[in-house]
């Protein structure tokens, strides 16, 4: 079962789970020389990643990547190396090495094996993972009903190409093991919709109908649910 953090407003939250996520890294720096971290994209963590990145740590030993990727330029606005590389990758954190998912390739999956090779190339396993959840209870990319999720789910690979059912873009994602291997996850929600499948996900049912479930169901991967009211 996961640990829980309730929070009343999500800059608290941000800012705590930013600090949090500071003193692991500066732990993983003092024990292994190095840490490495993956952040998801859409809004919810752009206040932590905004937090984190004023925060004074020996960013050049840090290994800075993606949960998922859209396959968009890396400019595009929905892009979220864009969005790492406006929040997080500024000030000391842009001292750390970012690793991003997206390449030249026409699509996701021309381009998944050479993401698979950077990604075997990154000190592993991941010292933190930083997930979110939409309502339909996707994270990462691993998203219900998309053709790729089984794999996604059960594959031995650290990357997977994914075309969401109802998202606009093929995606580059993370797997459940690649996840599940790191040595701290976080799962970042907010408001009463989410909190509303989250209490679900908690229950026993298929994995696949809430792919959220792959992290919360398990107890092999200390995992933390930071919740804040809105
Ligand atoms: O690329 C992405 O969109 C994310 O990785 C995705 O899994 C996200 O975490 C959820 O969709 C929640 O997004 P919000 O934080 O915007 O609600």
Redesign the pocket.
Known sequence: MPTEHLFTNNDEAAAHLATRIAALLTDAIATRGTASLAL??????KPVLEALAATPLDWSKVVVTL????WVAPDAPDS?ERLLRETLLTGPAAAAHFVPMKNDAADAYAGQPAVEAAFAAIPWPLDIVL????EDG????LFPAAAELADGLTGTARTIAVTPPAAPHQ?LSLTASAILAARHVFLQISGDAKKAVYARALEDGPVEQLPIRLALRQDATPVEVWISAQ
Request: aromatic letters at 0%.
């Open positions: 998801s994209g859409g809004r919810s963590p949960v998922d990727e859209r979220n997930l979110g959840m939409g996707h994270t990462a990319s995606r």
